[in-house]
């Protein structure tokens, strides 16, 4: 089964600060990836969508990439905001359903 | 476009009563719906899959009797959390996918949060 780890699995950083979250899986069978944003007490904000024969994906200030044959992908943040305080998840689609990790939660003072 | 709603948004109940969430797409028909769990500091888990006119599958370890789900129609999930008790209360989301192929995007809703008293 897809084991998905995130790293840290806390983060504090100052405004303005470029940050990197990490996320490492077992199975490079994968169809696609995806890096999520969840909200205290809320659903879930799909950020990046990386298909496995991507390298990377970006929005604004936000960087995916992907590397399959290491099982790593990162989400780059850069110029961190106070709104950008929230839960990050990332996500491996080996199948039919997504298999997430716990997480990062991350706090921009 | 491709939007999923949940609801209740939020519910809580005595222990040993049944709740029924619901998981519409409100803009896409979806042959395959997910719901997933998540306790608190957890990662979600998939509980079971749903697919139009069919049953449900279940992941190892989620009791099929205890968590009913009915996919009736191409918009419509609902997940029955029978006899509820304290360790049920969790964040139930789910996700609805057009036809649930591998590797397919999945959308998904707002969650449900659970308490059982």
């Known amino acids: 089964k897809q084991e998905v780890t995130q790293i840290p699995a806390a983060l504090s950083v100052p405004e303005g600060e470029n940050l990197v979250l990490n996320c490492s899986f077992t199975?490079?069978?994968?169809?696609?990836l995806q890096w999520f944003r969840q909200d205290p007490g809320k659903g879930l904000t799909s950020l990046l969508l990386i298909q496995s024969s991507q390298r990377e994906q970006t929005s604004g200030r936000l960087n995916a990439s992907l590397d399959k044959s290491s099982g790593r992908s990162t989400l780059y943040i850069a110029a961190s905001q106070p709104g950008d305080s929230a839960t990050y998840l990332c996500a491996m689609g080996s199948g039919y359903a997504l298999n997430f990790g716990k997480g990062t939660s991350l706090l921009v003072t | 476009g491709a939007v999923v709603s949940q609801h209740p948004s939020r519910v809580i109940c005595k222990s040993g009563t049944s709740v029924k969430i619901e998981c519409r797409s409100l803009?896409?028909?979806?042959?395959?719906m997910f719901w997933y769990r998540q306790f608190p500091k957890q990662s979600l888990m998939l509980m079971a899959t749903?697919?139009?006119?069919?049953?449900?599958?279940?992941e190892q370890g989620v009791e099929k009797d205890k968590f009913l789900i009915n996919h009736a129609s191409l918009t419509l999930s609902t997940l029955t959390v029978t006899s509820a008790h304290p360790e049920d209360s969790s964040f139930y989301i789910c996700s609805a996918s057009v036809s649930g192929g591998a590797g397919e995007t999945q959308y998904f809703g707002p969650g449900t949060r659970l308490l059982v008293l």
């Open positions: 199975d490079s069978a994968i169809y696609n």
């Open positions: 749903s697919n139009e006119g069919s049953k449900a599958t279940y």
């Open positions: 803009d896409f028909q979806a042959t395959t």
